[in-house]
Nanobody, 115 residues
Framework: QVQVVESGGGLVQAGGSLRLSCAAS????????MAWHRQGPGKQRELVAS???????NYADSVKGRFTISRDSAKNTVYLQMNSLKPEDTAVYYC?????????WGQGTQVTVSS
């Protein structure tokens, strides 16, 4: 089994910053990719950023230039540095880990940006 645990969410004013962390643990031989998704109120879940085992990175257009995804491969951990936050970034942020080509999700962490 693989466990995925997110942390770092909270309440922040518009223009502020937060850093999310996601740690994968358990029976992991290799991680193919890790990603952050989010689901805002009344919205569908969307991909925010992803990073592959080769270091290939992708961002949603809405967060480019404001968010940065990074990883610590030794710790099976991925981070999401979020700067210049906007009220529309308010959502539950979920970490997705693909290990041995199986997908695992965390429980999510709430990010609320006040105007």
């Amino acid at each position: 089994q693989v466990q995925v645990v997110e942390s770092g969410g909270g309440l922040v004013q518009a223009g502020g910053s937060l850093r999310l962390s996601c740690a994968a643990s358990g029976s992991i031989f290799s991680i193919n990719a890790m990603a952050w998704h989010r689901q805002g109120p009344g919205k569908q879940r969307e991909l925010v950023a992803s990073i592959s085992s080769f270091g290939s990175i992708n961002y949603a257009d809405s967060v480019k230039g404001r968010f940065t995804i990074s990883r610590d491969s030794a710790k099976n951990t991925v981070y999401l540095q979020m700067n210049s936050l906007k009220p529309e970034d308010t959502a539950v942020y979920y970490c997705n880990t693909v290990a041995e080509f199986r997908s695992y999700w965390g429980q999510g962490t709430q990010v609320t940006v006040s105007s």
